[in-house]
């Protein structure tokens, strides 16, 4: 019996703890809460406690790009258009960053070629080459320049 006297004052509790709260605003500027209303010559603003307030009326966009700009919803169908088109982006990013990094790849090999090359001239000594018959021949002094020559313009072109 105890109980269920408890369980109906509970009851009676919660149900004037959800009473109405009335913000009322009279001519000098001041402010009262109080949960009768306002009199007819104060300003009356209701405040509720809880639940989800109402969502403000906005004008129909004209499209996804005016939606995202003023920050209303997207449609699933937008929202899907939007994804895409990151997914495109991101591809294309990664595409472009992969292609700079081969370019810079055999740049890198051109140019480790070109210095082993220059070295080899540089060396010294008797250096043979093979002709067009498939003999090999050793090169005069002046050949061993040109070659030199034609290796350093390669490595100014190739590491720079």
Known sequence: MIRVALFTLGIFAIASAQAQVYKCADASG????SQVPCPANAKREPISKGGIPPAPATAP?????GKAAKGGPMTPAEQ????????QDQAKAAKDSDQKSAEAQAKEANCRI???????????GRISQ?????????MDDAQIESEKARARAEVSQMCN
């Open 80 to 87: 899907e258009q939007a994804f895409r088109k990151r997914q």
């Open 114 to 124: 070109a210095r082993g090359r220059l070295a080899q001239y540089e060396i010294g």
């Open 30 to 33: 001041n402010i009262s809460y």
């Open 130 to 138: 093979i002709n067009a018959q498939g003999e090999r021949y050793y």
């Open 61 to 65: 966009a004209e499209g996804a790009a």
